[in-house]
């Protein structure tokens, strides 16, 4: 694997945001500020060299997975997908239009390439452990990873996926958790905080790494130090922001959350315009 072209990926990263804003405002519906916290680590795994796919042949069996358990951040991958050549960007702009493939959470029932249906939070990590089971069972040398978000770490049905995990030593499995701070209902410090995340999963034999999720350059370096853990599966706890590219834009909204919520065209032209 050649070394990432950090200043590549981050002019990528950009265009992956304005795309998020683009589609989300013509939806008057989603999740922007979602979308953007994890807006690197999808960079980096779909045009870092990290994650092994192929648009001509999205259902490959040795490819490598990524699925992404917090589906209503699904805007990111729509957008990532279109940027490496899956779609146009006039098919992303139908989203959650009646009669679009490009739901407003990830259905794989409409679109190859998408690798699991979510949205229901919770279940996307014992959906990646199955993958990454099956994928040793047949012998191939693919990897797993999946995104979830620090809210939906509440859910029990993520702690019995994380112990499995551990008793099978899956070390073709990857768990990102993107720590943007907060979730529909407010900061997480208020719903339930269960940090530090990473000390937790090193209890359940879990490798990990602390980064910021929103600097490129330590997500590149912790893909590449967990692609080398052979022995147990691994966890990149990436610290970011929600709205991440765009937040002195959105906190002239009076709202640091914006969960949920489209920008206004108005708002989505002064966001466009920061990001230029």
Same mark, same amino acid.
């Not at 991440?244 to 315009?273: C, Q, R």
């Given at each position: 694997?050649?070394? &990432? ?41 779909? #045009? ?9 042949? &999205? ?15 699904? &805007? ?25 493939? #490009? ?140 709205? #991440? ?32």
């Amino acid at each position: 694997m050649s070394t &990432p072209d950090l200043a590549k990926l981050e002019a990528t990263a950009k265009e992956i945001r304005r795309k998020i804003i683009k589609i989300t405002t013509e939806a008057g519906s989603g999740h922007p500020s979602s979308s953007m916290s994890a807006t690197e680590v999808v960079t980096a795994l779909y #045009f870092g060299g990290f994650l092994r796919h192929n648009k001509s042949n &999205p259902r490959d069996p040795k490819r490598d997975r990524f699925i992404l358990s917090k589906g209503h951040a699904v &805007p990111v991958l729509y957008s990532a997908l279109c940027e490496a050549g899956y779609f146009t960007f006039d098919q992303i702009m139908t989203l959650r239009k009646l009669g679009s493939p #490009f739901e407003g959470h990830p259905n794989m029932a409409k679109l190859d390439c998408i690798e699991a249906s979510t949205g229901s939070l919770g279940q996307g990590l014992s959906l990646g452990v199955g993958h990454a089971l099956a994928c040793r069972l047949d012998g191939y040398d693919a990897h797993t990873y999946v995104m979830s978000g620090d809210g939906e770490m509440g859910e029990g049905q993520m702690w019995e996926a994380i112990a499995s995990a551990s008793k099978y030593k899956l070390s073709n499995l990857t768990l990102i958790i993107d720590q943007n701070g907060y979730q529909q209902t407010g900061s997480h410090a208020e719903v339930l905080d269960l940090r530090p995340f990473d000390s937790k999963l090193k209890a359940f034999g879990w490798e990990t790494l602390v980064i910021n999720g929103n600097v490129m350059s330590e997500v590149v370096d912790a893909l590449g130090k967990l692609k080398s853990i052979k022995d147990r599966p691994t966890c990149i706890v990436s610290q970011t922001k929600k709205g #991440f590219g765009i937040l002195p834009v959105l906190e002239t909204t009076g709202d640091v959350n914006y969960h949920g919520k489209p920008l206004s065209k108005e708002l989505a032209e002064k966001a466009l315009a920061y990001l230029a």
